[in-house]
């Protein structure tokens, strides 16, 4: 094997020209040029190009923080732990969108301690000294 001086590619002993970029000049055959130069400045490899594209649970974490938004204000109590669940999902497997699956959690969880506070209250289950204060 020998390597082109022009473009670093490595060629069979017997190519006339560069196999990478048409070049005539190639080291000399059968040489090793381990840790030369010329192999230094080879092309460097393709870095993977679909680290950004969303997985599955990436689509876990985006209907979860939808699904908390819209729970807040209809059918909560199912559309919350869904949520929820969608996005800890999301979260732990997902690769993007962490911070819109913690918004989604945080979300999910202070909508459902809210309605359980407002149905205790309806059901009279919180005594109302336990609710004055607050600029009363
Ligand atoms: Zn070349």
Known sequence: MKNCLNCGAVNKDENNFCCGCGSTAFTNPSAE???SPIRAAAPVQ????N??????FDLFTIFGFVASIIGAF??????EP???VS???GFVK???FR???IAAIIIAVITLLIRLFVTLHNLGAIPEWLITGALD
């Open 46 to 49: 393709n870095l993977p190009y």
């Open 94 to 96: 997902g690769k993007r």
């Open 82 to 84: 869904l949520a929820l």
């Open 74 to 79: 209809v059918i909560t109590l199912i559309l």
């Open 51 to 56: 680290n950004n594209i969303p997985t599955k």
């Open 87 to 89: 996005a800890i999902i």
């Open 99 to 101: 911070g819109l699956a």
């Open 33 to 35: 040029n381990l840790g």
